[in-house]
């Protein structure tokens, strides 16, 4: 029924996306009620990410009774095995899929050959965060663009001081380097193809590009057991520099450097409400870690925050006035987050 009340043309309408089909399908009336007779109306973020198989969100789903709602279980099997069975031309058919590609290898579980506290339920959850923050992103660059799912009418904290000088450190996720590389490599080949392929963009990607190479190759021999050469170190300690040297050039203001932005992803017509997804001021997080060497150090660098709240529909916030909350009166954080944050 609901199909049949939104059918027809469209002139550019917008696109299909795999997250908004698995946050539309995970809600009343495709999801029945819990035991206590309640309707799930609104979605949340960790609906796709567990569609996506991160197990931090997994078990939290099953911790906050999301699995309680009837056909909830299937229909996640369901999400579940239509992301499994994209293919790898289906992952780099667009740009945006490519993200979601990223992101899902960032959410594989990291099991022996990689360091101790990427094993733990507290990186997990860490890198459950970073996934739905660079999520919100994707949602807010491409919210004129992705089709927006609907809910059918119904009958680590800032304040750690200054980090001990060493070596440096990269998370070792080779592969989200290299895919994060292909993603560039498919965003330049496809201005060239519609000759909009401005000549001043050259540096920028080539910059790119070779930022995340120096990155695979050391997070590749990271997980080998080598010890990082003097290269490698001086290449770490430039690091902020070389990352804003690839993004800052020629017109590009302060603005496209913000971390804070916000996107409405689903709209529940029985509460009135959007659910907002956001990302947040960056947090500062800390990691001991052991090198090649057998020392142990720690290492400290900027993670992605995340948030997410129902809002009115009549008032869709826009980026500024996320700020604004931000600075006066910032949500809380999904409880999920308390067991790696420190206030």
């Known amino acids: 029924s609901l199909l049949g009340k939104t059918a027809g043309f469209r002139f550019f309408g917008q696109r299909y996306t795999p997250d908004s089909e698995i946050l539309g399908k995970l809600v009343f009336p495709e999801i029945g009620t819990n035991p206590g007779g309640e309707r799930r109306f609104m979605p949340s973020g960790l609906d796709v990410a567990a569609s996506f198989r991160c197990e931090a969100a997994l078990d939290i789903v099953n911790e906050n009774g999301f699995v309680q709602y009837h056909g909830y279980e299937q229909t996640l099997n369901d999400m579940q095995e239509m992301v499994d069975n994209y293919t790898t031309d289906d992952w780099h058919a667009t740009l945006y899929m490519c993200w979601l590609h990223s992101l899902k290898l960032l959410a594989a579980p990291r099991g022996n050959g990689y360091p101790d506290f990427m094993q733990t339920d507290r990186w997990s959850r860490c890198t459950l965060s970073t996934f739905l923050a660079s999520w919100a992103m994707l949602r807010h660059d491409t919210i004129l663009y992705a089709k927006q799912s609907y809910t059918a009418m119904a009958g680590c904290a800032p304040g750690f001081g200054e980090p001990v000088p060493s070596a440096g450190f990269v998370e070792p996720v080779p592969e989200v380097y290299a895919e994060l590389r292909a993603t560039l490599q498919m965003a330049r080949r496809a201005l060239e193809y519609y000759d909009i392929y401005d000549e001043s963009l050259t540096q920028r990607f080539s910059n790119a590009e070779s930022l995340l190479e120096t990155l ?57 409400s959007v659910l907002e997804v956001a990302s947040g001021n960056l947090d500062n997080c800390v990691v001991v870690y052991r090198r090649a060497d057998g020392v142990v150090e720690a290492a400290i660098g900027p993670v992605l925050s995340y948030y997410q709240f129902s809002h009115p529909m009549n008032d869709r916030l826009t980026d500024e006035a996320w700020r604004e909350i931000l600075l006066s009166d910032p949500p809380p954080r999904p409880d999920w987050t308390d067991s790696y944050i420190c206030e």
């Open 216 to 272: 695979q190759s050391i997070a590749e021999r990271e997980l080998a057991g080598e010890l990082l050469s003097t290269e490698d170190a001086d290449f770490l300690k430039g690091f902020a520099g070389y990352l804003e040297g690839s993004i800052v050039l020629g017109d590009v203001t302060t603005e496209g450097l913000e971390t804070s932005l916000i996107a409405d992803v689903h709209t529940d017509q029985n509460s009135s």
